[in-house]
DNA sequence: CAATAACCGAGACGGTACGTCAGGTCTTTTC
DNA sequence: GAAAAGACCTGACGTACCGTCTCGGTTATTG
């Protein structure tokens, strides 16, 4: 949230603001999106509750932030040397994000809460899946520079395909480990890539 | 839910049980999720609270029977002659049910709040994952038949695969419809099958 | 409050009405009107919250009805003989009701609410008012009947009366005892009634 | 209160203080006591709300004083040559008083919550009974000199009987007023003056 | 055909959380 | 150092649902 706008008066607690956020989390992990209350958080972060509201318009907004600020810390793209190793590397980064209960419960709800709301949708857009799609970017850019990808002529067409490989590994990802509930392990991230790099026959061929 | 246990006294109307299940798929593409209260689903199915209670422990267990209800109607895998065929079918059946209000809002929100409560999940997965995946068993079944896809050989392998295939494409389907917000047209199934049966070069290759 | 007005669903529990009107007045004579809140009353009743609410629109309406049992309770007209000996003994009835701190808080509070709500002020002068005025007529018919007065000629000119020696039996014993805030003893009663009877000189006369 | 205390620093500002208790007036006589907040004052008067709390303790005392500058303007003995005319003088000037709504409001409010505060009633007793009593005083003086009462000869009675007498006409006066809620008429005052002087027989001898 | 058992509607019950508002205090910057 | 601005904590407000619990009444099956 954006610092307030004026410059008279009291200044916000930058203190509290992080206080905030981490006790989100927190109480995300333990309590899950739909039992986490506002008076929760206010408490385990040692405010009132009235500052929240100052801050945030509702849990909706105060739970995207505080998602948002887990991937910034941990999405980094690992420069394995090889498309290949790359997207593994991000496979399992982002499996691992996965794995932790805040994000289990958090990532799909705000998603969830975002299919109806527009407003929401933004947020959750800027601040969550436009930083994932930067590291596909990224990765394609570094394919090039190898020579393991074609370069770039079509500038359009490029954009197509990168927003649906950014679709195909997040999605991928996501279904397994939430929807599917099985492990993202390195023997998946590897058949996995494999068929990203290869389709299915490179998949078959060798299981 | 299974009907009544007992054999004595006044059976349950089945009437009340349909209607129900049609007003929780309104309400829900109305209000979504987490506005969808059990008050308001007992008045629009003309029928008083006690009874839904009756029916269902509550909201989370009545929704994921509604859900389930849904896509027992449309999933179907239709017979196309050949495997991309057979995958853009799918993929566009499973995408037109996304466009729904009421689905958009249901299968986000059910699989979040399953990632908590582990009797949830097994519903979600008894009602509406399993029954995806047997389309991915079908589809792979005709391919071999066809001599698109070698015979199997290893039983386990050929499991992981499916799995594998059945999280590609559930997983970017989803991701592509509801995290990205972007449509899932002729044109995008037509790349993205591509990509799935020859990999990301073939995809590069031609646009 | 009237009891619900339909004859189905779960009907009210009476110890829990009783019981709130107990702490009502237990609490305002420990705080005092603008102390007292629901969450309180409802806490000293063994109550929920929400079952004021849904029998009270809200404090003042619960607060007159607890104060109104109080009137009840208490106000009786003793027959003394004498209509000397009459407004004596409501004088000090009325008196000793206005030294319970519960009754000191509450009446002068709802009285000075219902100067500006209408709806309060109907209940208020329905609740406790007329039940008060209603003692001034019983006192007066006696004495007609004892002699002490003369027979009724003009009956709206008998109104008037009565309405004016109410307003100055009530009014002055709660400005003593509330404004002034001095006691209201027997030696004051005697010559507050003097007064009423024989008018300024009368008191004067005799010390 | 008392304008600035110390000598140094920026002197208080004269403006704000006038403006305040205007503010404070209106907003009594618009919201009543209970709905009067102290922001809406502060936002009324033009002045930060800081401000109040510099110069009052809280709300009741503002009030207090707020209310207390009306009855100097208006409070006024006028001679009329005998003790009727004074008292019924005195009765329609305070009746007056009470008709207009930022009194009704403010003056049983003040009284009712004194009831619990020991310093809010010395407030009230200085600040408006005392010099209400003060009125009696003077009238019964004239009243002596003119040879309506006899003289005074034990001034500790002659104390007491002043007491009786001003609780009577102002108890009875606002009782009529705010209780009763009948106004207080010219024709009114007439009745109930000469039952102040000639006690209830007088006032049923002549209707 | 009566008894019984489970249903149904209505609605009160104890709770929890919501988002708002007011009271008073504290902390900044500006005058 | 007063004033304006505004953040802060506390705590009450009235509302909305939750899931449970009586009620009076209504079907079915069983005896």
Redesign the interface.
């Known amino acids: 949230m954006p610092p307030p706008a004026g410059r008279t008066g009291r200044p916000r607690s930058a203190e509290a603001h992080s206080a905030i956020l981490r006790a989100t989390r927190t109480a995300l992990a333990e309590l ?3 039992r986490l209350s506002m008076s929760d958080v206010a408490a385990r972060a040692g405010v009132a509750r009235t500052t929240l509201y100052r801050r945030w318009p509702g849990k909706n907004e105060l739970v995207v932030d505080a998602v948002a600020a887990l991937l910034d810390e941990q999405l980094e793209l690992p420069d394995s040397g090889s ?1 290949a190793g790359d997207i593994e590397g991000v496979v399992l980064r982002f499996a691992q994000l996965l794995e932790r209960p805040e994000t ?2 958090a990532l ?2 705000v ?3 975002s ?3 527009p407003a929401l ?1 933004e947020r959750v ?1 800027a601040a969550i ?1 436009d930083r994932q799609k930067a590291l596909v970017l990224r990765g394609r850019e570094r394919a090039r520079a190898r020579g393991e ?2 370069p770039e002529t ?1 500038e359009a ?1 490029s954009a ?2 990168s ?6 590994i ?7 480990a ?5 492990p993202v392990d390195a023997e ?1 991230a590897r ?2 890539t494999r ?11 060798e ?1």
Request: aromatic share 8%; charged share 25%; hydrophobic share 50%.
């Open positions: 899950g999106w739909s498309l289990r419960s799909m709800a998603v969830a809460e299919t109806r709301d949708r857009t899946v990808l074609p079509d067409a197509r395909e927003d649906l490989v950014f679709d195909v997040a999605g991928t990802v996501v279904h397994r939430l929807v599917s509930g099985e998946w058949r996995f068929m990203v790099l290869g389709g299915l026959p490179a998949l078959t061929a299981g």
